[in-house]
């Protein structure tokens, strides 16, 4: 019989002989020295495989093989089979031994197959006192579920045990064990890291990350359902994000860097899918990498559309800090022929800017300098926009990558994220050069992305000579170029005050972000001052041919008219030239209202003709 210990942890010996695990030697072991007198008397049959048994010992303690010999006492039955025993011949080796009173050592590893073969021979108090079943409820109780680790071998050894071990809540009371063990551990790690400071307060000192996670390992080895059972549980249990993203990280590479046959495939594409169902919805809870390293195998593997769109939102919220590795997808569709998978980018950037619109309002300044997860700052923006344009620049070497495409990649972003053009105008010139015959129409389209006023002195000095652009694009350079040498003379001529709002004017032309401006403030600002210039410079050319005008109609006055009438029209005109002196001499200053409403029309035409 078995020891009242729960456990017996030095190995049994009967009659001098060690009692041997393996199926060859129990029928003659059990034969020769427990009844050597009695000859078998009863068959059982299990998974294909017979022991030669006494019938007594069996129904001594079993209820199941009892009933079965009742069932058929009058036909002396000899042969019993035994279908879908848990655990196979091994778990029933190990209760006919307990039948015949042999002594063994109860482990982890053989608990949940003890449990569940005395459930189903039914070797329980009914039937005969302190029996098997007793035996390993307490051992679970007492000893395992106490143990994170032998918690953790349990459940790997009812994957082959299911679903006798979810019936008999074996799988279930492990589960809550270990979620139970890892939050217990990291309530009482923080609690040993307070501390009183000089000033008499309570603080906490930081930790390393994941630091007292020792059960990450631990937890790589069991199967991804029951892995995915065990994370549910922790969460709910309260267990940090980090440390949950930081075992899925884990869990990931043990499973997927496996060699990958035809069989492994559906097993990785099932990791994947859970894994991506587990993530944290905690912004940072794993790292940015480690989600495109999931959106290339879920494309891979070709995964549902839920899970990667899933994947794309999270790393949409959270793209000012990836790298243009990050981006660089390979294309694994079949048929597809180029080398970048530029859709999934693109709805990356879709995500990124419907979260920009969307999570603060364009119109709060304050709200802009806060860098809470919820809400990208305007530094965010700037990142990323700097990252799409290395990534397009990347792109354009490819020469089956469409026009459409790359215009959508480079439209993606709100149009206050650029603020400075130089990059954008690289990737368009990479293109340009890698796709030679290019139409003109095309090439127009393309130009059109770019904000030649938001382009440095270095980019405008290069796009004026570059003969890939088309004219118009060319013209444009060199009219902000020349609006920026006026600028720039003005502010020399200009005193005090005024040159220091005159400078910051300039700055602002120059696609300088002013940091006291909202982005959506700072854009219609440029856009509005851009405007101004070029009606101040239509309404100065409309001036000057009126003056021209008269002054042919002063010629013919002076011929027709007498010396008083002259003088008197001569102090007319001379009163609209300084007006006319007055107003150039204002610079980029806006005109009257009046000015505006007298010469609208005329100015609309000139201005849409420019533009």
């Known amino acids: ?8 942890f030095a190995p049994f010996y009967v009659e001098n002989y060690y009692v041997l695990l393996s199926s060859s030697y129990v029928c003659s072991f059990f034969s020769l020295r427990i009844f050597r007198d009695v000859p078998s008397d009863i068959t059982i049959e299990v998974n294909g495989g017979t022991i030669a048994l006494h019938k007594f010992p069996l129904v001594s303690r079993s209820g199941r093989i009892r009933k079965l010999v009742e069932e058929h006492r009058d036909s002396d039955i000899s042969r019993v089979e035994l279908m879908n025993l848990p655990g196979g011949a091994e778990s029933f080796e190990l209760a006919a031994k307990f039948c015949y009173g ?59 045990l299911l679903p ?54 631990d937890l790589s080895v069991i199967r991804i359902d029951l892995y995915q059972r065990v994370i549910t549980a922790m969460k709910c249990r309260g267990v940090r994000p980090e440390s949950i993203g930081a075992s899925l990280v884990n869990y990931a590479q043990k499973v997927l860097t496996k060699k990958v046959d035809l069989v492994s495939t559906g097993h990785q594409k099932l990791v994947v899918e859970t894994i991506i169902s587990l993530l944290p919805v905690e912004r940072l809870a794993v790292p940015i990498s480690f989600l495109f390293e999931l959106l290339r195998n879920a494309v891979m593997l070709d995964c549902t559309i839920a899970c990667r769109l899933d994947l794309e939102r999270r790393i949409g919220s959270q793209l000012d800090i990836a790298t243009l590795d990050d981006l660089l997808i390979p294309s694994f569709r079949q048929g597809c022929e180029t080398l970048f998978d530029v859709d999934t980018v693109y709805r990356i950037l879709v995500n990124f800017s419907q979260q920009d619109d969307g999570e603060y309002d364009m119109d709060d300044v304050s709200i802009f300098e806060s860098d809470s997860p919820h809400s990208p700052s305007q530094s965010a923006l700037l990142k ?71 382009v440095s002195q270095e980019a405008g000095a290069h796009a004026a000579l570059n003969e890939r652009l088309p004219l118009q694009s060319v ?69 000057l041919n009126d003056l021209e005008k008269e002054h042919v109609c002063m010629k013919r006055d002076m011929a027709k008219s007498h010396s008083h009438k002259f003088m008197s029209s001569f102090s007319k005109k001379i009163a ?6 007055h107003s150039s001499s204002r610079g980029s200053s806006s005109p009257s209202r009046q000015s505006y409403r007298a010469d609208s029309k005329a100015i609309e035409r000139t201005c849409a003709s420019i533009e």
């Not at 302190?130 to 009812?158: F, P, R, T, W």
């Not at 013209?475 to 006026?486: A, D, H, K, N, T």
């Not at 609209?576 to 002196?581: A, E, G, Q, S």
Request: with cysteine; net charge neutral.
């Open 1 to 8: 019989m078995l020891s009242n210990s729960k456990s017996c």
């Open 102 to 160: 042999i002594n063994f050592e109860i482990t982890p590893l053989n608990v949940a197959q003890l449990c569940c073969v005395s459930d189903y021979l039914e070797m329980t108090e009914e039937f005969s006192k302190d029996n098997l079943h007793l035996h390993a409820e307490q051992y679970l109780e007492s000893i395992v579920y106490k143990n994170l680790e032998m918690c953790v071998e349990v459940l790997q050894q009812c994957e082959n």
């Open 164 to 217: 006798h071990a979810n019936e008999l809540n074996i799988v279930s009371r492990c589960i809550d064990a270990v979620a139970s063990k890892a939050c217990a551990e990291q309530i009482a790690l923080s609690f040993s890291r307070l501390e009183y400071s000089s000033s008499g307060r309570l603080h906490t000192i930081r930790q390393a990350k994941c630091e007292g996670d020792w059960w990450i390992e």
């Open 384 to 454: 990323v926009s700097k990252l799409v344009d290395d990534y397009l620049a990347e792109i354009a070497l490819d020469v089956n990558l469409k026009l459409s495409k790359f215009i959508a990649i480079a439209e993606a972003l709100p149009a206050h994220a650029r603020t400075i053009h130089d990059g954008l105008y690289r990737a368009i010139d990479i293109y340009l050069k890698t796709h030679k015959g290019i139409q003109e129409a095309d090439k127009k389209r393309l130009c059109k992305l770019i904000d030649f006023q938001k």
């Open 475 to 543: 013209v444009q350079v060199l009219y902000f170029e020349q609006l920026r040498l006026r600028n720039a003379l003005c502010c020399s001529h200009t005193d005090g005050n005024h040159k220091q709002v005159h400078h910051q004017s300039w700055q602002i032309s120059s696609g300088a972000l002013s940091a006291a401006m909202s982005p959506r403030d700072n854009y219609a600002f440029l856009r509005r001052e851009n405007r101004e210039l070029k009606l101040e410079l239509t309404r100065l050319q409309m001036r």
């Open 576 to 581: 609209k030239l300084r007006f006319f002196r």
